[in-house]
């Protein structure tokens, strides 16, 4: 059964960093693709980030390139989600998904959820 555990989210003031986790478990990831997502009250989710297991690579949404990065711990199924600079506009519940997607961007391609968490930045 695959589970997808988030951590790390908190309040922090304009300017300031959070670091996201997401521990993976249950089967192979291998071809899958990790995301990263926000919503915000009365918002769609949005897509932030993606970490493609295998070969590494990132993508970002413009709105958070060159701020949020994201990372593998290579010893363990856990991938980080580095945010800093943050503003009040990255106020949202954060979900990582994983799944082996076509279109990174799109919620629907993720075949799994993790329970989300928190980030608020005030200004």
């Known amino acids: 059964q695959v589970q997808l555990v988030e951590s790390g989210g908190g309040l922090v003031q304009s300017g300031a960093s959070l670091r996201l986790s997401c521990a993976a478990s249950?089967?192979?990831?291998?071809?899958?693709?990790m995301g990263w997502f926000r919503q915000a009250p009365g918002h769609a989710r949005e897509w932030v980030a993606a970490?493609?297991?295998?070969?590494?690579?990132?993508s970002y949404t413009d709105a958070v390139n060159g701020r949020f990065t994201t990372s593998k711990d290579s010893a363990k199924d856990l991938v980080y989600l580095q945010m800093n600079e943050l503003k009040p506009e990255d106020t949202a519940l954060y979900y990582c998904a994983i799944g082996k997607v076509v279109d990174l961007r799109f919620p629907t391609e993720y075949d799994y959820w993790s329970q989300g968490t928190q980030v608020t930045v005030s200004s």
């Open positions: 249950g089967r192979d990831f291998a071809g899958y693709t």
């Open positions: 970490f493609r297991w295998s070969g590494g690579g990132s």
